[in-house]
């Protein structure tokens, strides 16, 4: 749902998915798929973006925390985190 919230504001986006089918492939102009917790793809997608963040919340906490070293990551820690 944000990709295509993002198309409709003129937004170029990047999707990450571990699935080939995923709908927000449709509305994006780059994607990667690959597993969540391949540290190497996750990389590559990171030098992509300007920023990242993600729609659901059941990815490997490694991962999301490997992004967070590389790009602006939206959101940011949670203080009670």
Same mark, same amino acid.
Do not use: K
């Given at each position: &749902? @944000? +990709? &295509? !919230? !993002?198309? $409709? %504001?003129? %937004?170029? #986006?990047?999707?990450?998915?571990?699935?080939?089918? *995923?709908? *927000?492939?449709?509305? #994006?102009?780059?994607?990667?798929? *690959? =597993?969540?917790?391949? @540290?190497?793809? %996750?990389? *590559?997608? !990171?030098? +992509?973006?300007?920023?990242? #963040?993600?729609?659901?919340?059941? @990815? =490997? +906490?490694? !991962?999301?925390?490997? @992004? $967070? #070293? &590389?790009?602006?990551?939206? =959101?940011? $820690? &949670? =203080?009670? $985190?």
């Amino acid at each position: &749902m @944000l +990709a &295509m !919230a !993002a198309a $409709r %504001l003129g %937004l170029q #986006t990047c999707i990450y998915n571990d699935a080939s089918d *995923a709908p *927000a492939f449709q509305v #994006t102009q780059q994607s990667v798929t *690959a =597993p969540y917790d391949d @540290l190497v793809q %996750l990389g *590559a997608f !990171a030098d +992509a973006c300007d920023a990242v #963040t993600f729609e659901f919340e059941n @990815l =490997p +906490a490694h !991962a999301i925390a490997h @992004l $967070r #070293t &590389m790009c602006r990551f939206v =959101p940011g $820690r &949670m =203080p009670w $985190r």
